[in-house]
């Protein structure tokens, strides 16, 4: 295209309209074209007013055209964006939660609430037991019960079911009655059954009543009888020691929150003792500690026998109260305190609400995940489905989450699964913190795993699972807790496998996947103790099982004598050093219930060298398998320099080369014991005395631990180290492996106010040692293939599975819910 201009017309046109004239040739874009309308739209022979008037018309005309153009391909797009969007919101992909038939529950599920129901009916109508309906229990003196959940059967009768050969076992109920009611008050366990309609019981074993688990109604009985006593008598120099006490003090209270049950161990007799630590009534109350424990009395059936042994007081020990009472005011040797309630505001280092330089700056919302094509798993009652996975799950009261009867492409491999025990050991000088050996079995801490909240403890996008217990002072025996397990699947950023090659002589290619996995969790709580349990299943046949402390420290008062265990935290907080220990149970099913256990030990290997020159030995790894013949010899204490794998087999399965099929575990978080045995508690939890430990099954060893343990050290009901002592042959035997995984924890700056979990976690894995003939995740679509052919073009594989990225999923109704309820979260 040429421009010609007119330059005579251009110089005798005003300023504002000087516009080039064009002389067009056939080869013009367009927008060329439209140009040229523009341009040409005024002549040489046109008045200066008609050449205005006709550019501002054709400049509307083309300004109005585009404005048409504009909105209907606005609309148009817009259409196609909203079908777009309508088209990929995430659907709910297999049917995620669906209630079981309560008529047919499976063989492992929990009770359910017409169950709970009909078997308290039944106890309660047997005159020999004398029960007492929860409602109107308001002492220990009489007979009723503390915890109702399922009697377990026994494992030869369930695998007879599961193989086909037999019927379903009846269900029974576990059944545990607090006979304050008798002369000699005990604790008694029934066997009542058949569910659901019960029509016999048989009683189990008895237990002193000492070494009874903690209870409401004691707790209540124990506050009514001893919050009067301590301040009618001690309520004044609890005011001008510490500015406050326990009644009558508006919200300026003191609290004895936390306590230390006294094993018999330390005692050694059945009494019930406790001591009990004050502290101020603050978010949160384990960070305000007081340098005053006092000892109660509690044992027998009777409150008003119940007691107070001792007092400490600002590192002095008396031995009554009037002692106390008389050297205060007295003696000038006893040493006091003048403390003031502490100013109660959001800021406060032991509360968690936002302060300080906050950030991000701009309030972005962190990263979520989605479920594009719907949740991948399935649950159906108490069962859970996840690609090729299969298990049972119940919460029990007493020891938490159990998990049954874990298939892998329909092949068990795992009989059970389960928590055993938490245990948490404290050292200090004051007797609070020093005998401070919680078991928290004793807490009945599968009771305490409700408010499990979506964005916070769970995923946004995770399933919430309700249970249901017996409740032992509510009108309704049966409680709800709505959110106690929260299921979901994860991508955990991680490629399960990977590899780029890209050189052409080993071919230029890229495979791998990411490590998509499926988290069974539960949460509890135990007073200022928060615990994580997730049961992580992997796709390449591996479980995972993590425990991961969170919450509060139990702090102490900061003296010169507690500088040994810990770190003074804050003016009048002191951190001491405690252990961590959490036991598990696994009964493994390795192709069947004959299984052997072997060590393969890594060892230097010393090779002649003098064919290749140089030196004359050279040194590598090599490892040599060892069969572990007896319960004695399979008891495992990790030793650094001699290191090896824990692998479980079933000896008539090997592969095409002879190597058994087989499981290994592997323990990532170890804690040894550092007491003497069997001194003071350290009879009480011998399972720690082993990173593992293997057993032969029997029916009557189902636990490493009991809800008694806490007090019961003297005559342990269960005491595991006997499960080892008999040293039975495990050779091609139905074994059982308890592991046991720990840490020692010095509190810093950083736990306040809350512990992070981040460092914290204690974890095993279950991982498959020549089971499979590969790699069983190459079956999977998720994976990613990229290679590049001798054309060079590249060829991307993702298997039929799309790659989109956009998804809108669901919105989570959570705190609408809790809002309109808050006693689903905080109870009534």
Sequence with gaps: MRNVVDKEYLEKRPQHILLPSVVVFPDVAWWQWLGLLLCNTCTVKMTEKECNWKLCGSVFFVFTLGLIVGFVTFSILSVIELKRLRAEVCNEGLASYIIANPEKPVIFADLSPKEIRSV???????????????????????????????????????????????????RNAKVVIFRGDKRKPVVEEYNVGPLPEPTQHTLQTTVPFSFRPASETEWLVENDRFIYILERDLGRIMRESYGSSLLNCGDRCLTFYLATPVSSTITRTEERLKWIMLSYQMEYSSLYPLDMNILLDLTGNNPTDFSIKAIWYEGQLFKTITEFVDRYQNDPSVKKVRRKFPVKNGNLFSTANLRGETFPTTGQRRVYQTEPDGKRYRVVGSEIEYMKWKFIYRLSPVTGPQLFNIRYQEERIIYELSLQEVAVHYSGQNPGTMLANYYDSFAMYGRT???????????????????YYFSERSKDIVEK??????????????????????TKRSGRFYTGMMDDVLVFRTITTVINRDYIFDFVFHQNGAVEVRSIPTGYIMGTYPKSDEKRYGNHLHKHLHGNIHQYLFNYRIDIDIKGIKNRFEMLNIEGDKTDNRKWGGE???????????????????????????????????????TEQGIPRSYRIQINSMSKELLPLDRGTERSRSWSRYQLAVTVHKDNETRSSSEYVTYDGLKPLVDFQKYIDDDESIVDQDLVVWVTLGSYRIPHMEDLPVIPTVGGHHSFFLLPFNYFNEDPSVGSRNAIRMERLNDGELKIQRYGVSNKQQCVPKSSKFDDLVTRNPNLMFGA
Excluded: W
Excluded at 484 to 502: A, D, K, M, W, Y
Excluded at 625 to 641: G, M, P, Q, W
């Design 616 to 654: 004359k030995y050279y040194y590598q790894n090599k490892f040599r398998r060892k069969l572990v013949s007896t319960e004695k010899e399979a008891a495992y204490k990790f030793d650094f320099s001699r290191p090896k794998y824990l692998v479980f087999s079933n000896d008539k399965f090997r």
């Design 481 to 502: 807790n709505p959110f106690s397990i929260c299921v979901f699947e994860q991508n955990t950023g991680i490629p399960l496998r990977r590899h780029h090659s890209s």
């Design 120 to 170: 308290f009916d039944y106890v309660k109508n047997q005159s020999d037991l004398n029960i007492v309906h929860p409602e109107k229990v308001n002492s220990i003196n009489v007979s009723y019960v503390n915890n109702i959940e399922l009697m377990l059967p026994k494992k030869s009768e369930v695998v007879a079911y599961l193989e086909g050969r037999a019927g379903q076992p009846q």
């Design 449 to 467: 795993n409700n408010g499990l909240i979506p964005g916070a403890d769970c995923p946004e996008h995770s399933l919430m699972i309700p249970t």
